[in-house]
């Protein structure tokens, strides 16, 4: 089976723009998360979907946005890039929120901010 | 504030022996704890789990330890084998809860 795929694999922005990466979790799971990782950190989670409904978001600002489709499948969306957006993002898909607790992460999307 | 801490940025071990990789965590609500191995340029891969009711699960090489009371988790990796370097997260969550907590990680060097 597939695992969470993501895509693009990599991105280049300049600053104030607007970006958009997306995501396929593992098939049969309907629960994905997104996470940013800066070098030198564990990922810092932004958002969880289950079922299209929004289900947690982290420490982020407005800027940051994401939804979930009627096939799992999901979009992280960033408006007004700044520098400090510069990041590996990933995607993680888990079965249900609560009870199948493990996440299994995509490949990820470097994004460089300019 | 931290609530996941990996104190220890780098362990290096020599292949054959047993690597420790050590994890703390400040929440006493997390319940459930993951440890996830990640290679440069990939996404971090899972690895193994512990459900707060149990202080051991095993699988093959890997071996988590969890007590409760010290709020303290360990991952040993028996035998250790160079294919084994990469960096180590752990990860926490609390029920019900939605997003895992990691820690920043400890690079694992295993030398031949």
């Known amino acids: 089976d597939a695992g969470v795929t993501q895509s693009p694999t990599h991105l280049i922005k300049t600053r104030g723009q607007h970006v958009t990466l997306r995501c396929s979790p593992i098939?049969?799971?309907?629960?994905v998360s997104w996470y940013q990782q800066v070098l030198g950190q564990g990922p810092q989670f932004i958002f969880q979907?289950?079922?299209?409904?929004?289900?947690g978001r982290g420490n982020f600002p407005d800027r940051f946005s994401a939804r979930q489709f009627p096939n799992y499948s999901s979009e992280l969306n960033v408006n007004a890039l700044l520098l400090g957006d510069s990041a590996l993002y990933l995607c993680?898909?888990?079965?249900?929120?609560?009870?199948?607790?493990?996440?299994?992460f995509g490949p990820g999307t470097r994004l460089t901010v300019l | 504030d931290q609530q996941v801490k990996q104190n220890s940025p780098s362990l290096s071990v020599q292949e054959g022996r047993i690597s420790i990789l050590n994890c703390d965590y400040t929440?006493?609500?997390?319940?459930?704890f993951l440890w996830y191995k990640k290679y440069p340029a990939e996404g971090p891969t899972f690895l193994i789990s512990i459900s707060s009711i149990k202080d051991k699960n095993e699988d093959g090489r890997f071996t988590v330890f969890l007590n409760k009371s010290a709020k303290h988790l360990s991952l040993h990796i028996v035998p250790s084998q160079p294919g084994d370097s990469a960096v180590y997260f752990c990860?926490?969550?609390?029920?019900?809860?939605?997003?895992?907590?990691f820690g920043k990680g400890t690079t694992l060097s295993v030398s031949s």
């Open positions: 979907y289950y079922e299209k409904e929004e289900r």
């Open positions: 990860a926490a969550s609390a029920q019900a809860g939605t997003a895992l907590i």
């Open positions: 993680a898909s888990s079965l249900v929120v609560g009870g199948a607790r493990t996440q299994y």
């Open positions: 929440n006493s609500m997390f319940d459930y």
């Open positions: 098939s049969g799971h309907k629960s």
